[in-house]
């Protein structure tokens, strides 16, 4: 069993950077690929980007290409989300997921575990 606990959204100005994190317990994080998913009102949970246990990373390019970039520290049980030059479009319910080993998953139903969402929020 993996908890996940998301943190670092806010209000933000367009232009702003925000950084999430995301806290796993457990003793194997290292072995877990994680992803970040995003879920704007009445809209479907979407794929942000995701980090493999082996380090690959994948993004959803059309919507943060060069602006977003996901990192992890496995000596802290942690994934991060750097996020840069935000756009109010951003402005979202974001979750962190993760799956055991696996790759850099796209898919909602490819991860096994949630966290509870941090707000984001960009005014313009």
């Known amino acids: 069993q993996v908890q996940l606990v998301e943190s670092g959204g806010g209000l933000v100005q367009a232009g702003a950077s925000l950084r999430l994190s995301c806290a796993a317990s457990g003793r194997t994080f290292s072995s877990y690929t994680m992803g970040w998913f995003r879920q704007a009102p009445g809209k479907e949970r979407k794929f942000v980007a995701a980090i493999s246990w082996g380090g690959s990373r994948a993004y959803d390019e059309d919507s943060v290409k060069g602006r977003f970039t996901i990192s992890r520290d496995n000596a802290k049980n942690t994934v991060y989300l750097q996020m840069n030059s935000l756009k109010p479009e951003d402005t979202a319910v974001y979750y962190c997921?993760?799956?055991?080993?696996?790759?850099?998953?796209?898919?909602?139903?490819?991860?096994?575990?949630w966290g509870q969402g941090t707000q984001v929020t960009v005014s313009s």
């Open positions: 997921a993760a799956v055991h080993l696996g790759t850099t998953y796209r898919i909602v139903g490819n991860y096994d575990y």
